[in-house]
């Protein structure tokens, strides 16, 4: 099997890397690469709940913080927790097929 899951630690889960054409995999293949994404993917809305968590801190912080290179960095921390989130909602929606190598 060509296929790699990844471990991202910015997303806090594993990517899959598909290095032939999706067509090209047997069924079988396709079948336990579609299993194991779909392990996977169903983690994605709890990550997703607990850097919401994280944002709300964060909010929090700023609304009380005064210093203001200190507010520009949690607003930073803010920014990146978003992008996060939102790469996470990009992968939960992925078909395994969509992200092959070729």
């Not at 290179?69 to 996470?88: K, T, V």
Request: glycine share 2%; charged share 30%; aromatic share 8%.
């Amino acid at each position: 099997m060509n296929i790699d899951f990844i471990y991202d630690s910015r997303l806090g889960l594993s990517i899959p890397r598909i290095n032939e054409h999706w067509d090209e995999l047997e069924q079988d293949t396709q079948e336990r690469i579609v299993s194991k994404w779909e392990s996977i993917r169903g983690t994605i809305p709890d990550r997703v709940k607990t850097i919401e968590k994280e944002i709300n801190l964060v909010h929090k912080a700023l609304t009380e913080e005064e210093n203001f290179e200190r507010s520009c960095e949690l607003n930073l921390e803010m920014a990146e927790l978003a992008s996060i989130i939102n790469d996470l909602w990009i992968w939960f929606r992925m078909n395994p097929s969509i992200s092959s190598g070729k």
